[in-house]
């Protein structure tokens, strides 16, 4: 090894040695922020507190004025054009909608230059104890009743992460050094860039085909959620939902533990002829818990979920229970919104993806009037079907995929094609008759018709409402 080898070592070394936590060391050091979204944003004022020298990068060059204007006065250096092998720079942090690959990303780590997500940063700047949620859906939920259940028991829970607050912001925001825990909604973008990441608690909702255009298959998708528990010691807990510990890779090193509806495992929280069942090791509680079994099946899976993260984190069972009881569920994930003619109506606008339709059918009873369609993501179609055939009554379909989904179902029930998501609502209610369901999971992505998912729920309900006015 030449001198100048050694001495590059000896140099990347001590980088990372100072950016490792706890209290990364940042001052002296240039860090590139790649991707100025919220995460980024919050990623640069982090490392500008801590000292550290700021590079910039949005490939969105409309957003390069903006960014002049609000980060060079600090003394960030804004870039521009396509991201190219540099010099200057001691570590590059990456946004998670910023995949990490291609060209620049692969010089980087032949530079051997230190990569960190912006979960990874802020996590190593916090010294709380953390529990993590990931999954392909359910986390926003999950994350919000694991928060309302430590609240209630008077833990001071904090929700960051892919809730809309990052753990940046946190660590800018909020005490750096406390018992009081972190409950993280965690992406499977996010889980990419963990290296020192470490929960007291992980949380698995559940596993089906997503973000295919950033994953070469699905076992690597899948592969990648269990990320979260990869520093986890054996004895802190990882809970997985129905069917996940099948793809459960041997290194996960932590206890996993189930929870589940009708299914009776042998270690994890459960519930079962109106009766929640926690079973650990040998010992077993069973809870009446009649309640349960007036929810839709995920929301019921939802709420297992979050009381045997809760649990892990010393909640007694009946207390998390009894919080659970005064959670106001999220909007637009599966929320009644109103009973029209006898005919119960659900918004489900953030099911944007075939598995969140699957899992709407499979929590609710039937007859179902179903709307769906949008941007399509190109899931497959072929696992609906059973479902579709037993509990579906007819199907209008909106957007873009309203073509490609009436060609897979028409032959499997009656579909219409309408022209807005307000015709669907009409539709469906004019036709439907007492004790039927009408809902809107439209297993695609709203932006062909809507700004964001959150329109999308609040038209369906809007139109529902002056239906029953």
């Known amino acids: 090894m030449s001198i100048k080898s050694m001495w590059m070592t000896i140099n990347q070394n001590e980088i990372r040695k100072a950016l490792s936590g706890p209290s990364p060391r940042l001052t002296g050091l240039c860090g590139l922020v790649v991707g100025m979204g919220q995460s980024g944003s919050a990623a640069t004022e982090l490392l500008r507190r801590e000292g550290a020298s700021i590079w910039i990068y949005d490939a969105d060059q409309s957003k390069t004025e903006a960014l ?112 009081k825990p972190l409950v993280m909604e965690v992406s499977s973008y996010q889980c990419e860039t963990f290296d020192e990441f470490k929960p007291r608690v992980g949380v698995i909702t559940n596993l089906a085909p997503d973000h295919l255009d950033r994953y070469t298959s699905e076992q690597e998708y899948y592969q990648t959620k269990f990320n979260i528990a990869k520093n986890q010691a054996p004895h802190e807990a990882l809970w997985l939902g129905p069917r996940v510990e099948g793809d459960c890779p041997v290194w996960v090193p932590s206890r996993k533990r189930e929870f589940a509806i009708n299914e009776v495992g042998s270690d994890g929280l459960f519930f079962s002829e109106g009766t929640v069942i926690h079973r650990d090791d040998q010992n077993e509680e069973r809870l009446l818990w009649p309640s349960f079994a007036n929810n839709p099946s995920q929301q019921t ?69 179903l709307i769906a369609g949008g941007r399509p993501k190109g899931d497959c179609l072929d696992v609906l079907e059973p479902l579709i055939r037993e509990k579906v009554k007819a199907i209008y379909l909106i957007g873009e995929a309203a073509e490609e989904f009436n060609q897979a179902w028409s032959p499997l029930v009656e579909t219409h094609v309408e022209e807005t998501l307000e015709a669907a609502v009409a539709h469906g209610l004019r036709e439907g008759v007492e004790g039927e369901i009408l809902l809107l999971s439209p297993a695609c992505a709203s932006w062909d018709m809507f700004e964001n998912y959150k329109v999308r729920g609040d038209i369906f309900k809007q139109t529902v409402k002056e239906w029953k006015a």
């Open 68 to 179: 002049r204007q609000q980060w060079e006065p600090c003394g960030a250096r804004v870039l521009t054009g396509d991201l190219q092998p540099m010099q200057g720079i001691d570590f590059c942090l990456v946004s998670p909608g910023v995949p990490p690959t291609g060209v620049f990303f692969t010089w980087l780590r032949q530079a051997d230059i230190p990569l960190l997500g912006e979960m990874e940063l802020g996590c190593r700047f916090l010294q709380r104890p953390i529990i993590a949620v990931t999954g392909t859906n359910g986390k926003t939920t999950v994350t919000g009743m694991i928060a309302h259940i430590l609240n209630q028991c008077g833990h001071e829970a904090e929700e960051v992460g892919n809730v809309g607050y990052p753990v940046c912001q946190a660590a800018v925001d909020s005490q750096r050094q406390s018992d």
């Open 301 to 369: 899976l939802n709420a297992l979920a979050a009381a045997g993260a809760a649990l892990s984190f010393g909640v007694q069972l009946e207390e998390a229970l009894h919080a659970l009881d005064s959670f106001k569920s999220l909007p637009h994930r599966l929320e009644f919104v109103a009973e029209v003619k006898g005919m119960r109506c659900y918004n489900d606008s953030k099911a944007t993806n075939v598995h969140a339709l699957l899992a709407a059918l499979r929590s609710l009873s039937g007859p179902i009037r």
